[in-house]
């Protein structure tokens, strides 16, 4: 019962990170919005080069969709010193 109890406990937790860090990638969505926003203010202001904002909010859902993918992996991995430090900084 308690080796069942600890699988579900694990899981719970390999699931629960890859669904927060799913459900942020969606939420960013909106920041788009709002750089969008701030870009144009920027180009007003005679700042002719806001793609750097793109930039970032590019690099953030590519590091976002590594993150949530990762903990799927993550559960699938077997008993080695890589997962232990994985479990670790986790």
Known sequence: MSDAR???KRFLHY??????HKQS???ESKLKAKIETKAAQ?????YSNAEFLF????ALQ???STLTYTFAFAYYLKDTNEKLIFEAVS
Not at 15 to 20: I, N, T, V
């Open 15 to 20: 699931s629960g990170r890859y669904l927060a």
């Open 55 to 58: 930039d970032a909010y590019n």
């Open 42 to 46: 920027l180009r007003n202001m005679s």
């Open 6 to 8: 600890e699988q579900l």
């Open 62 to 64: 590519k590091c976002r």
């Open 25 to 27: 990638k969606g939420l």
